[in-house]
């Protein structure tokens, strides 16, 4: 059997803890050396008790959207069983399996895993004057609320997380980075491109010099271009399997 493309790579989890061990155990199970180092932290932005007063109003509302895995973790503890439940929408994979193991399932997953193109699929869905409750984290964009509430909706937003810089791992991020130990950075969200940035400072194009940066989607990439961050690794399916797959792909060009 073919030696996996990233076996022996060492690649940087830059994921907060507990989402950073199942993307580490498919790192090694396609042959790379997962090192986790957290870039951010998640947490909660609004008391409990705030939560659950909007989940026993979900029947004042025509559709409930997610768009991160965080998202649905924070708010359905909340909803009360068998309290009516509206259609839901998410962004994403890892966001409806999330939903899954509250029991609920999306109404709604575009192929796509896009604020844009989740606003496009509900928009048509939407009469003027339904009601929608976006339950987000603080760095949500406001493209999703501001295209529904075009489309005639009534928007109510909840924010349940916040995502904080964490610089804990500074110290063993610029070491790796110093003894060239680090073959892949994987950036999951445009707060990780930021947090790389502050942690690294100015010292950052030395230290990135031949290190393969992957972003897992266009957002992201765009967040490392604007920071100077050239981005060599951007799956088509926004996904750690997609990511994954990319790499693989990347590293299978013999000299790499």
Not at 86 to 91: L, N, S
Not at 184 to 192: G, K
Not at 200 to 229: D, M
């Amino acid at each position: 059997m073919p030696e996996s493309p990233l076996a022996g790579k060492t690649v940087l989890v830059t994921r907060g803890q507990e989402q950073a061990a199942p993307f580490s155990a498919k790192l090694r199970a396609a042959g790379a050396v997962p090192v986790e180092i957290p870039f951010i932290a998640i947490r909660p932005a609004a008391a409990p008790e705030d939560i659950a007063v909007a989940a026993e109003r979900l029947d004042c509302y025509r559709w409930l959207i997610f768009t991160s895995a965080n998202a649905v973790r924070f708010f359905c503890p909340h909803i009360a069983s068998p309290a009516p439940v509206p259609d839901i929408a998410v962004v994403g994979r890892k966001t409806a399996a999330a939903l899954a193991e509250f029991g609920f399932s999306p109404a709604l997953m575009p192929d796509d895993f896009t604020a844009e193109q989740l606003a496009a699929a509900l928009a048509p869905r939407l009469r003027h004057g339904d009601r929608v409750l976006f339950v987000k984290g603080d760095l949500a964009r406001p493209t999703l609320p501001e295209a529904l509430r075009e489309a005639g909706a009534l928007v109510d937003e909840l924010t349940v997380y916040r995502t904080v810089p964490d610089a804990s791992g500074r110290e063993r991020l610029l070491a790796l980075l110093c003894e060239r130990k680090i073959d892949v950075i994987t950036l999951m969200s445009p707060s990780a491109v930021h947090s790389l940035v502050r942690l690294l400072g100015s010292n950052a194009p030395t230290l990135l010099e031949g290190v393969t940066i992957a972003c897992i989607g266009p957002v992201t990439k765009r967040a490392a271009v604007q920071e100077g961050i050239t981005v060599h690794i951007c799956p088509t399916d926004y996904t750690t399997d997609g990511m994954i797959k990319a790499m693989e792909q990347y590293f299978s060009v013999e000299g790499r």
